[in-house]
Every structure is written in C-alpha cells, then in structure tokens.
C-alpha cells in the first residue's frame, strides 16, 4: 500500500486535501444539517470519481474497481447521513 501511495503521490495528496476540507466544512457549518447532507453527498460523488478518474489514468479500471469505489463511497456517504439525522 506504502508503495502505491509513493508511486501517486499528487493523487493521494489531491484526496487527502479534499478528505481535510471536507472534515473542517462538516464542521464549521454545523448547526447547518442541510449544508452537511450536501457536503456529505459531494465528498460521496468526488471520491468515487477520484478512485475511476485515478485508475482509469493508470490503465488498471476493471469492473470490480468500480463496484469497490462505488461500495464504498455509498456506504460512508450513509453512514456520515445517519450522523446528521
């Protein structure tokens, strides 16, 4: 893992700075429920775009890649929702 990070390191570093953003913008708007849904389903829709865009660029996008990014990116979008019910 150590190694594939060090090999796209501006994409992971693009993920990271985005992963942080989002972590201050859920916050700061906190009183706000409705600004953090749609926080939530904007960090949903770019990650799971980063994870096709990035392995579409290293040639290595397969079916099942997709369904992981797609998996994983509505399981955390849920579960960040239920946080704001």
Do not use: D
């Amino acid at each position: 893992m150590v190694a594939e990070i060090l090999k796209h390191k501006l994409a992971y570093a693009f993920l990271l700075i985005a992963l942080i953003t989002f972590t201050f913008g859920f916050f700061a708007v906190w009183p706000n429920r409705q600004l953090q849904r749609i926080l939530v389903i904007g960090l949903a829709i770019f990650y799971f775009t980063w994870g096709l865009v990035t392995h579409v660029k290293s040639r290595k996008l397969t079916k099942l890649v997709v369904l992981e990014y797609l998996t994983t990116s509505l399981l955390a979008g849920i579960l960040l929702l239920l946080v704001t019910l």
